[in-house]
């Protein structure tokens, strides 16, 4: 088995930690694992690998030491466990910091430089702006071409991140360019990296109300009644939209500014079951 260090899940950790068991003929049942822990339920350590429960916080260090962890493995796990379980983005902060300060050097898949890209909004507006502005070095002119504008000393913060993540690079005539056209998240990023920059979005996406005349933005809201399976085809169809949109951006020419586009979907009200 691979160090416990390189999971970022503990639910992945500990089917692989088992399966690592039986395979060295050790065997060490799910049921022998909750007796250990004080689990009353058979079923209940199946339920927590399927992310079907949550392990109780005040069983977090016990399950660790039932395991066989060492010291520092237990501590990994228990901020792990933390983290996976957390219900509030801030909470998973708090805990992704403590994973990446004790243990900076061994979890490097949790993307520490890709969750700093999307702690401020403008790191992605101005990658955006490099594509066409020609920048090199002027981090005042630079900052001023956003709105709402930032300083330079954040201006220069962001070419400095967006030259460590290798998304923009200096040519040998001193001006900057971008490296790809196009840049997702997909699947690779932990959903709470990227809440921040969408909080952050939703912001300018509010304030862009009063800070644009009608003719400059596109703004519209729909509240309807839907089955599940209309809310289902919903946000296929934002998805496909939202595809749409990026091949356009892929192929458009010649840019000359940088817009921001946001779509949500999200219930309005709890599922309907029937009259109690």
């Known amino acids: 088995m691979k160090s416990i260090y390189t999971y970022s899940d503990f639910k992945v950790l500990l089917k692989d930690f088992l399966e690592d068991r039986h395979a060295g003929g050790h065997e060490l049942t799910y049921e022998e694992i909750g007796k250990r822990v004080g689990f009353t339920s058979k079923g209940f350590m199946t339920q927590i690998i399927q992310g079907k429960s949550k392990i109780p916080i005040k069983k977090i260090r016990a399950f660790a030491e039932a ?88 201006a220069q913060k962001a070419i400095l991140l967006l030259e460590k993540l290798a998304l923009i690079r200096k040519r040998d005539d001193g001006f900057y360019q971008v490296t790809d056209r196009l840049i997702t998240t997909g699947d690779t990023v932990d959903a709470f990296a990227v809440v921040d920059y969408q909080k952050a979005v939703m ?24 089955s599940e399976a209309g809310y289902q085809a919903i946000k296929e169809k934002l998805d496909a939209v939202r595809a749409e949109i990026m091949e356009i951006a892929n192929y458009d020419g010649p840019i000359d500014k940088v817009i921001q586009v946001t779509m949500h979907a999200f219930p309005l009200t709890k599922k309907y079951r029937g009259r109690i």
């Open 67 to 154: 395991l066989g962890f060492k010291k520092k493995e237990r501590d990994y796990f228990e901020i792990l466990v933390l983290y996976n379980q957390a219900k509030t983005n801030k909470q998973k902060n708090i805990y992704f910091k403590q994973l990446t300060a004790t243990f900076k050097t061994k979890i490097r898949h949790l993307g520490p430089d890709k969750y700093e890209f999307y702690s401020a909004w403008y790191y992605s507006a101005i990658r955006s702006l490099i594509s066409y502005y020609p920048f090199s070095g002027d981090h005042k002119k630079l900052a001023a071409e956003l709105v709402p504008a930032i300083t330079p000393g954040q």
């Open 203 to 226: 912001d300018l996406a509010k304030d862009s109300l009063d800070r644009f005349e009608k003719p400059d933005r596109s703004s519209s809201t729909l509240t309807l009644g839907l």
